[in-house]
């Protein structure tokens, strides 16, 4: 089954202690990104990456880190979490190459930062 | 740059009402739009998309048309059901090499039996 796979759902954790949420794809899709999503303020892109090893910011990057050393994982880092990224991220993914490709989402992950 | 308006929820219907989520979209070139639904404790899916003018996009009872007149891509649907209830957002992705898309921040559908 085509999906994206991230984990953990939910963790509820402390200021300043690094964490690590994984997003995995097992559709071979070039392009994969990471938002937030926050009540109010939609969806928000964090960074994304049109490839292995190519990585870029989107709208607020602040606090987080990515890499994209294989093509089917895309981790969201927060080094030194704050209570302001208490949000629920979500991991996406689509082919590129055309522009009438959808994006396939995650479930989610809910992230409360104390 | 591109954006995407949607109009501001929560909407509130009945059940069997009819449904329509307006969205406009401003975007260099001739994108690609979607529209997305989120239900409760869910990631986004694609509900369903349309490439060019004039093209209507449908699944489950949903429909929009690709209206480049008016730069938009309502969301409609005869008659909703209490398992409608979700957010649905509307997306686009530019055709000018831009594998970025662009979403509105998304309209809370609300059904009651």
């Known amino acids: 089954e085509a999906q994206v796979t991230q984990n953990p759902r939910y963790l509820i954790t402390v200021t300043g202690k690094k964490l690590t949420v994984t997003c995995s794809q097992n559709m071979n899709h070039e392009y994969m990104s990471w938002y937030r999503q926050d009540p109010g303020l939609g969806l928000r892109q964090i960074y994304y990456s049109m490839n292995v090893e190519v990585t870029d910011k989107g709208d607020v990057p602040e606090g987080y880190k990515v890499s994209r050393k294989e093509k089917r994982n895309f981790p969201l880092i927060l080094e030194s979490p704050s209570p302001n990224q208490t949000s629920l991220y979500f991991c996406?993914?689509?082919?590129?190459?055309?522009?009438?490709?959808?994006?396939?989402f995650g479930d989610g992950t809910r992230l409360s930062i104390l | 740059g591109d954006s995407v308006t949607q109009m501001e929820g929560p909407v509130t219907l009945s059940e069997e009402a009819f449904l329509t989520i307006n969205c406009t979209y401003t975007?260099?070139?001739?994108?690609?739009l979607f529209w997305y639904v989120q239900y409760p404790g869910e990631g986004l899916q694609l509900l369903l998309k349309a490439t060019k003018a004039d093209d209507k996009g449908s699944n489950k009872g949903f429909e929009a048309t690709y209206r480049k007149e008016t730069t938009s891509f309502h969301l409609e649907k005869g008659s909703v059901q209490v398992s409608d209830s979700a957010v649905y957002f509307c997306a686009l992705l530019s055709s000018g090499g831009s594998y970025i898309p662009t979403f509105g921040r998304g309209t809370s559908l609300i059904v009651h039996p």
């Open positions: 996406a993914s689509r082919r590129t190459g055309a522009s009438n490709q959808p994006q396939h």
């Open positions: 975007a260099t070139g001739y994108p690609s």
